[in-house]
């Protein structure tokens, strides 16, 4: 069993940037390939960036390539999601989530655990 806790949300102008975290509790956390997905209101769940639990592997968003960068540190059960040059499109609800086995990118119906959520909203 993990448990996510996404924090690092809020207010930004478009072109600012902010640095998600997401920690884990639980064990083996470097066992666990991690997940960043967002939801904007009334629209579909979708994938951000994925990453797997050596760092080897990665997945964008074609949306968001060049401009976000996922990394974790599993010595503090923690994955990030830095975004830079934000855009209002980019306004979510900011999802975590873990997955226990191969790295599947962006296939969200395989993550296991989810966070409950970090809003982030781009002003323009």
């Known amino acids: 069993q993990v448990q996510l806790v996404e924090s690092g949300g809020g207010l930004v102008q478009a072109g600012g940037s902010l640095r998600l975290s997401c920690s884990a509790s639980g064990r083996s956390f470097s066992n666990y390939c991690m997940g960043w997905f967002r939801q904007a209101p009334g629209k579909e769940r979708d994938i951000v960036a994925a990453i797997s639990w050596s760092s080897k592997n990665t997945y964008y968003a074609d949306s968001v390539k060049g401009r976000f960068s996922i990394s974790r540190d599993n010595a503090k059960n923690t994955v990030y999601l830095q975004m830079n040059s934000l855009k209002p499109e980019d306004t979510a609800v900011y999802y975590c989530?873990?997955?226990?086995?191969?790295?599947?990118?962006?296939?969200?119906?395989?993550?296991?655990?989810w966070g409950q959520g970090t809003q982030v909203t781009v002003s323009s």
């Open positions: 989530a873990a997955r226990r086995g191969p790295f599947v990118g962006g296939a969200q119906a395989k993550y296991d655990y």
